[in-house]
C-alpha cells in the first residue's frame, strides 16, 4: 500500500541528521510536500505516539534522497551491449561510436523506454532527483515538432515520480570550429533564437513541484566561445544552474590547446564567469593550477566514477579538490550500472586504490561515508539548484527508507549504520522512496 507523508509525521527509527544517524526524530511534511519540521518524538514531545497523524518507521533509517547530478537517461540503452575490443583495446572515443549508432536508432518511443528504465532505477536505488545533460533533442525523421524528445525526457519522468532538472544542452559543433556529423545532427540546435524559444516553451510548461531548468553547453569542443559566453550569461540571468562536460579525455585538452591556447578549464576560466551555480563533470585532467582557481570562484565538480572507470578515462585528483574546499557531487553519466551507493564508495576506492591509502574522503569528525553522504545528497541538490539533499525544515520531502533488517544489513551497530550502507551494500536495503512526500517507489 502506497505510503503519503503529507500532513503526517513520519518517525523512523534512526534519521540520518547532517553526520550521522539519530533514534527518536519526528519530521512533519506539509500538504505541499515540504518537510515543516524537525524535532524530538520522544514522550514529551508533540510527536509522540498518540498523534493520530504520525507514521512509525520500526527497523528503517531515514534518509535524504540521494541527488543525481549528471545523466544521459537515453544511454541506458547500452545496458547489456558487449564489451568486447577486437582491434585489442578501446577509449571513450571507441565508445563514443557505439552510443552514437545508439543516439541514431532511437526513435520517441524507444528514446522514452530507455529514460523511463533509467529512471524507474534511480528510484530503485534511493536517487529521487536527476540532473538530466539532455542533448538529444531530435527525432531525425522530420516531425513537425523538432524538440519532440524533450518533451519525451520530461514524461518519462513524470510518469515514474522522479524530480527532474532538465539541463536543457545546446550542441552546435561535432568537434571544434567543425559542423555537426553523422548522429550529432540530432543534437545540434536549429539555431541560437530557436534553441532560446525552446527555453521559453520549456519554462512555461513545467511542473514547478517536480520540474525545473538549467543550461548546458555539452563541451569546449561541441560550441564555439561566443556561444559558450552567451549562454553561461543566459543562465546567470534566469537564475538557473550551468554546467558543461570538462577535460574528461586528453584528446579534447589538446584540441582545445591547439585552437584556444589553452585547455577547456583555463578557457573557461578566462571566458566566462565561475560561480557556485557552475558545475564542471569529470575534470579527470585538469591541473591543480586551474583547479584551485575554479574552486576559489565557487565552481562544483561533478564526478562519475563509474562511467570514467567504464570508458578508461582516468582519475580525476579528487584528494586536491577537497583540500583546496571544492564542492563535489556525483552523477550516474552513462547509466551502465544506477547505485548512488556504488558510485560513491567507488569515489573513495578508485582514490585508494590510486593513492594507496584510506579516508580520502571524510567529514571534519573523519567519517567517510558522512563525508560520501554530503557529496551524494547536499551538494547534488546545491548543483541542480534545489531545495532538497537534507531532512530540515523548508527542504522538499524527498526521502529514502533503509532496512536496518535487511541481510546485506545484519550485524552492524548504531553506529555504523551509513558505512554498511556506503561500503556494504547497493540498492537492496533500500525499501521506500518518496519525492515531496509521494511515495515513488517501494520494494
Known amino acids: ?12 527509527e534512526w534519521t540520518w541528521t547532517g553526520s550521522r544517524f539519530s533514534r527518536d526524530v519526528a519530521v512533519r511534511v506539509g500538504a505541499d510536500g515540504r518537510i515543516e519540521l524537525v524535532g524530538p518524538a520522544g514522550p514529551s514531545s508533540p510527536h509522540d505516539a498518540r498523534d493520530p497523524q504520525r507514521i512509525d518507521l520500526p527497523g528503517c533509517a531515514l534518509l535524504p534522497g540521494f541527488v543525481n547530478a549528471h545523466s544521459h537517461a537515453f544511454q541506458r540503452g547500452l545496458r547489456g551491449t558487449p564489451q568486447r575490443f577486437e582491434s585489442g583495446s578501446g577509449d571513450f572515443w571507441t565508445w563514443r561510436h557505439t552510443m552514437y549508432r545508439l543516439a541514431e536508432s532511437l526513435a520517441v518511443d524507444s528514446f522514452y523506454t530507455h529514460s523511463r528504465r533509467a529512471f524507474e532505477e534511480m528510484l530503485s536505488a534511493g536517487i529521487t532527483a536527476v540532473g538530466e545533460f539532455h542533448y538529444l533533442h531530435h527525432a531525425g525523421d522530420g516531425s513537425v515538432d523538432p524538440w519532440v524528445f524533450d518533451d519525451a525526457i520530461l514524461a518519462a519522468a513524470r510518469d515514474v515520480g522522479i524530480r527532474i532538472c532538465l539541463i536543457q544542452c545546446y ?4 568537434a571544434i570550429g567543425q559542423p555537426l556529423q553523422g548522429a550529432q545532427k540530432r543534437f545540434g540546435p536549429v539555431s541560437r533564437d530557436e534553441f532560446l524559444r525552446q527555453m521559453d516553451r520549456l519554462a512555461n510548461k513545467l511542473d514547478s513541484r517536480t520540474q525545473s531548468l538549467a543550461v548546458a553547453c555539452h563541451s569546449i569542443r561541441a560550441v564555439d566561445l561566443p556561444d559558450l559566453k552567451y549562454f ?24 582545445c590547446v591547439a585552437v584556444h591556447g589553452a585547455g577547456p578549464m583555463a578557457t573557461l576560466l578566462r571566458e566566462i564567469r565561475i560561480d557556485p551555480r557552475v558545475t564542471a563533470i569529470h575534470c579527470t585532467h585538469s591541473t591543480r593550477q586551474d583547479l584551485r582557481e575554479y574552486i576559489a570562484r565557487g565552481g562544483m565538480v561533478c564526478l562519475c566514477p ?10 580525476p585528483d579528487l584528494p586536491f579538490i577537497l583540500e583546496e574546499d571544492g564542492a563535489v557531487c556525483f552523477g550516474t553519466d552513462s547509466n551502465i550500472r ?10 573513495e576506492f578508485g582514490q585508494r586504490a590510486r593513492r594507496e591509502t584510506r579516508g580520502i574522503v571524510t567529514d571534519q569528525h573523519g567519517s567517510c561515508a558522512a563525508g560520501l553522504i554530503e557529496i551524494g545528497t547536499r551538494n547534488g541538490a546545491r548543483s541542480l539548484g534545489l531545495s532538497a539533499g537534507a531532512i530540515i525544515a523548508g527542504n522538499r520531502a ?11 544489513m545484519l550485524g ?12 556494504g551494500c547497493g540498492n537492496c536495503p533500500i525499501s521506500r522512496v518518496w519525492v515531496g512526500g509521494v511515495e515513488c517507489w517501494s520494494r
Do not use: Q
Open 1 to 12: 500500500m502506497s505510503m503519503d507523508l503529507r500532513g503526517k509525521t513520519i518517525v523512523a
Open 171 to 174: 550542441y552546435a559543433t561535432g
Open 306 to 315: 563509474i562511467t570514467e572507470g567504464n570508458l578508461s578515462d582516468g582519475f
Open 338 to 347: 544506477i547505485s548512488a551507493t556504488e558510485e560513491l564508495r567507488w569515489m
Open 412 to 423: 552492524c551497530e548504531d553506529d555504523a549504520i551509513a558505512d554498511s550502507l556506503l561500503f
Open 398 to 408: 524527498d526521502l529514502v527508507a533503509i532496512d536496518v533488517n535487511h541481510a546485506l
Open 232 to 255: 553561461r550569461d543566459f543562465a546567470a540571468a534566469h537564475n538557473w544552474p550551468f554546467h558543461i562536460h570538462v577535460e574528461e579525455a586528453r584528446k579534447e585538452i589538446d584540441d
